[in-house]
């Protein structure tokens, strides 16, 4: 099939070997790639009940039919797995540049088995796999490892790596590349540690063949002139997504306080007004992207004058900033690096810090921390990164850490997973999209407040709402199949999918017959889930969320997602 090289590759930890294994058109013709083709293997290739934390967990990586073509927003991958953080499917996407280079490796797909004796990382490329020692990094930072795994790898090749969370199988560790890109969420990096995988670097140049490259010619144009046209190409290109701090906060719905309230006092000084006017902020766009929406920023004044990172992105500066209430970009900037280099996710960290001065309010800890102490939550990390004191309880995850300390009825989160910086109890959408979510609380699967944020449906209305949720998760889920940008949302519409599937592919559908197909993709994840326990009852929203409103007087009712989710199940449930 074209746009695909047709071809698996499986590594064994265990033994140190590999082998090929072709896929055929009829299955890439049914899932396009990445979290399709992730999805059919996971369920395929892992078997049910497996530990997430074992070296028996697989770990699948994918891209698709538009990787590594002049298709504008195809600079992603896609990685699949048993999720620690919720015992459930794992799913991340990562930007960059590695994309092309995985594909150019030959392969659609990569899964990887079994666990290495001792840590170890992998080199590969067009010919096959390499099987390298990695003990002269064993705990060192991302950076740092990046770095080493790459002094002996190709001119030109790229890498992922795991930091000490990972090895120490924090469940909410992540995986980097290019230094500040992530696998952020669900714990990915955690079953790397397991496996003993510190890294891996990719040097492939192969490209394979496209259908129609006029067709895919015409498809880049038109895509160029809806940017042209757009006024969110600007916004993006300027601000970032540091633009949503102002967006919900005038919403009264920005996570504050350990999701007490939706308005943050100090919001300003986390604002992408700020950051424009008190870091040095320049573009560092993802190859063929005209959004250019991620920032190389360096901060300007105070204790952390010359730090350097990309972002702070939106959802690092809720999660860091808001729900702790730490009232300094500059700190923010501060604890993301540390995130970063330590690998683990912004977002779930965020939540456990605020989760943790709760704690330690109601006499469940007896490390000291309260709301706006960077140094504080600095040193927490560290400790979890470590596995060591209180960070042992934490290194855990939400879901375990609040079982462990009688907590569960104050912890936010869906099936293990914290939501986004988007309150559901403002914007319902996503309160029904957090319960849904195959993966837990995500706000990526259907970027619904786009919806509610934009007057397309009144964000407290509830009849219906399923219906449009179910349009956006499913044209989100073709995009992540092919694997595309979720930014470039408002620009590749169901014909611009259409077109884009043809010109690569030669596979023509109608939008019914692409619709089933995500609709089936999306099933198959739930099905997953059953699968490994997480029935319809972990399909909801956390207690705080339906019992307590926030200080400004938001609410969601049990009524009112009960009734959501009931006519989100029917209509999903046509195909299954």
């Known amino acids: 099939m074209k746009g695909f090289f047709n071809k698996i590759l499986y590594i064994d930890l265990s033994n140190e070997s590999f082998h090929y294994q072709d896929i055929?058109?009829?299955?890439l013709g049914r899932c396009l790639g990445g979290k399709g083709l992730g999805a059919h293997l996971l369920m395929k290739e892992n078997e049910q009940g497996v530990d997430p934390l074992s070296k028996d967990n697989v770990f699948i990586i994918a891209t698709g039919p538009i990787t590594g073509t002049m298709a504008w927003s195809q600079s992603r991958f896609g990685a699949y797995t048993k999720s620690p953080a919720t015992g459930g499917f794992g799913e991340s996407y990562c930007g960059g540049s590695l994309a092309p280079k995985i594909k150019g490796c030959g392969v659609d797909a990569i899964v990887i088995k079994g666990g290495a004796s001792k840590l170890s990382y992998l080199a590969i490329d067009e010919s096959g796999v390499k099987f390298c020692d990695a003990t002269a990094i064993?705990?060192?930072?991302?950076?740092?490892?990046?770095?080493?795994?790459l002094k002996d790898a190709p001119k030109g090749a790229g890498a992922m790596v795991i930091g000490p969370a990972g090895e120490n199988l924090v469940r909410f560790a992540c995986i980097k590349s290019d230094k500040w890109r992530s696998l952020g969420r669900g714990g990915l990096g955690a079953v790397w540690g397991a496996k003993n995988l510190k890294g891996i670097s990719f040097s492939g140049k192969k490209k394979c063949e496209i259908a129609n490259q006029d067709l895919l010619k015409k498809f880049v144009k038109i895509i160029s002139q809806k940017g042209k046209e757009s006024p969110v190409t600007a916004l993006y290109q300027k601000l970032g997504t540091p633009m949503q701090v102002k967006v919900m906060n005038a919403k009264k719905g920005f996570p504050t306080r350990y999701w007490q309230k939706g308005y943050f006092d100090g919001w300003e000084k986390l604002s992408a007004d700020y950051m424009q006017e008190n870091f040095e902020v320049s573009q560092h766009p993802c190859p063929t992207c005209f959004l250019r929406c991620t920032k190389h920023s360096v901060v300007k004044n105070g204790r952390h004058k010359g730090l350097e990172l990309e972002g702070p992105e939106f959802e690092t500066i809720y999660a860091l900033g808001g729900l702790s209430e730490i009232d300094s970009l500059e700190e923010v900037a501060w604890l993301n690096v540390l995130c970063d280099k330590l690998g683990i996710d912004t977002m779930s960290a965020g939540n456990i810090a605020a989760f943790a001065v709760e704690a330690?309010?109601?006499?469940?800890?007896?490390?000291?921390?309260?709301?706006?102490?960077?140094?504080?939550?600095?040193?927490?990390?560290?400790?979890?990164?470590?596995?060591?004191?209180?960070?042992?309880?934490?290194?855990?995850?939400?879901?375990?850490?609040?079982?462990e300390l009688g907590l569960e009825d104050i912890a936010i989160h869906v099936k293990g997973l914290e939501p986004a910086g988007f309150d559901p109890r403002v914007l319902k959408g996503m309160g029904l999209s957090y319960a849904t979510s195959a993966r837990g609380a995500c706000h990526l699967r259907g970027t619904f407040y786009k919806a509610e944020l934009s007057g397309m449906m009144d964000p407290d209305q509830i009849k219906g709402k399923a219906k449009l949720l179910i349009d956006f998760e499913d044209r989100a889920a073709i995009f992540d199949s092919m694997v595309l940008c979720r930014f470039f949302r408002d620009y590749i519409l169901w014909d611009e999918l259409l077109m884009?599937?043809?010109?690569?592919?030669?596979k023509i559908y109608t939008k019914e017959q692409l619709a089933d197909l995500a609709n089936e993709t999306t099933n198959l994840t739930r099905r997953y889930n059953h699968r490994e326990g997480l029935d319809s009852s972990t399909d909801t929203l956390p207690k705080r969320f339906l019992t307590e409103a926030t200080k400004e007087g938001a609410t969601m009712s049990r009524e009112d997602l009960d009734m959501m989710i009931k006519e989100y199940n029917e209509l999903r449930s046509k195909n299954i």
């Open 24 to 27: 055929t058109d009829d299955l």
């Open 138 to 149: 064993l705990q060192a930072e991302t950076f740092e490892s990046e770095d080493y795994i």
């Open 360 to 403: 330690h309010k109601a006499s469940k800890i007896d490390f000291e921390i309260d709301y706006n102490q960077p140094d504080r939550i600095a040193e927490l990390f560290g400790l979890i990164s470590k596995g060591e004191g209180v960070g042992k309880i934490f290194q855990k995850g939400i879901k375990e850490a609040s079982k």
């Open 500 to 506: 884009l599937i043809e010109a690569t592919t030669g």
